[in-house]
Structures are given as C-alpha cells and as structure tokens.
C-alpha cells in the first residue's frame, strides 16, 4: 500500500499553461505539506497545511496554490507556468508539525517548454 | 536566515567500509534531527531521527550522532553497501524552524563500489 502518492509522475507543459499535481496519504496524518526540489537537488518547503491552518513560504509565487478537499488530499494547482517552475515535486505528510518524521511521495518531474 | 548544511557533496566508498557523512546546522533552537535517504526518481525515505536530548541513536547498521555544542550531525553507515549508494540529506525540525516543517540540508551523495 502506497502511503503518499502523487500524480502524474511526469508532466511536460508548455510555459503559461495551467496545471494541478495530485496528492493523496493513507497514513491518518493531519498535515501535509509540498515540497519543490531544484536541480541542485535542494529540498524547500512551499506549503504546509493543516484542517486548521495553511502555512505559505512567502518566497512562493502566488501562481502557486494549495488546495486540500479534505484531509487526506493536498493538491497543487499552478498557473501560467513559467520555465523556471521545472522541478521535481514532492508532497508530504506528518502527524504532527515539525517534530515528527515526514512521509514523501515519489515525486512529479514537472517539465515547463 | 540559519539553515542547515552539509560539509562533503560526494563520498565516495568501497564496499564494506564504513561511511560517514556530516551535517552542520545553525539554529540551535532546533530540538529534532532525521537522516533522509534519497534513491534516484524516488522521494526521500526516513533512515533515522533523534532528538536534541541524546547525543546517539543507533538504527539498524546506522548511526545518527548529535553534537549540540559545535552543532554537527552525523550519519554513520556499517557495512556500506552498493544499494546504500543515494543522495543522503539532513533536517531539522522543532518550533523555531520557520514553517513548523522540516528544513533540509543541501545533500550529500554517496557512492559505493562493488
């Protein structure tokens, strides 16, 4: 059983497009959070959100928006993709806030042309 | 802002040796430390954490050493082996780190040969 998973693995667009990556956990976690890692390999935190609270990392663009349905979904939506959003995207979910291990998915490569 | 970072970029082992791959931090209100273990095309995979009350925890032929007062950490590795070859990153957690999540280091590679 999968217990963070995303999707697409892959996503290829065209700059000023608008696209959205899916993520699920299994795990009964109440925080889930979005990661972008560059080509250094660099992990940053983008969101983290909880039922009670959205925590955005203010260097973000506001292109980027999390939306959670409920509590075992965080989902990105991103417009006007622009060609410095390539990267490799990662959710994430805990139990707890910043002191508890963080559970990943396995990525979305996303390619902006 | 404090951050936290890794001294070596690429290690390079044989085999059977032991590794050792370090971590600087400086935010020293940081109370929890976790090794992630990142294997190409996957997401990080939690290896080991400890918490700013120890000084050592040992895993299964690893061990995570935290050194409060030059603030260091290290991930020992025993035994490595050829499917232990990934990128290797630490982070630090606690109520002072920014977001309330964890901040990662920059990641070190380490490579195994047979």
């Known amino acids: 059983d999968t217990a963070v998973s995303q999707t697409p693995k892959y996503l290829v667009t065209q700059m000023g497009n608008d696209k959205s990556i899916k993520c699920e956990q299994n795990l009964g976690h109440d925080t889930m959070y979005w990661y972008k890692q560059d080509s250094k390999k660099f992990l940053k935190i983008m969101f983290s959100?909880?039922?009670?609270?959205?925590?955005i990392n203010e260097t973000v663009p506001n292109r980027f928006s999390p939306k959670s349905p409920d509590k075992a979904h965080l989902n990105l939506h991103i417009n006007s993709l622009e060609l410095g959003d390539s990267a490799v995207y990662f959710c994430?979910?805990?139990?707890?806030?910043?002191?508890?291990?963080?559970?990943f998915g396995q990525g979305t490569r996303l390619t902006v042309v | 802002g404090e951050s936290v970072g890794l001294h070596l970029p690429t290690l390079s082992v044989q085999e059977g040796d032991n590794s050792i791959i370090n971590c600087a931090y400086s935010?020293?209100?940081?109370?929890?430390f976790i090794w992630y273990k990142q294997e190409s095309g996957k997401g990080p995979q939690f290896i080991i954490d400890i918490r700013s009350n120890m000084d050592k925890r040992q895993g299964q032929r690893v061990t995570v050493l935290l050194n409060k007062t030059v603030k260091h950490l290290s991930l020992q590795i025993a035994a490595t082996q050829p499917g232990d070859s990934a990128v290797y990153f630490c982070?630090?957690?606690?109520?002072?780190?920014?977001?309330?999540?964890?901040?990662f280091g920059k990641g070190t590679m380490l490579l195994v040969s047979p």
């Open positions: 994430a979910s805990s139990s707890l806030q910043g002191n508890t291990e963080a559970f």
């Open positions: 982070a630090e957690g606690g109520a002072d780190s920014g977001y309330s999540t964890l901040t």
């Open positions: 959100y909880n039922n009670k609270e959205l925590i």
């Open positions: 935010n020293s209100a940081s109370d929890y």
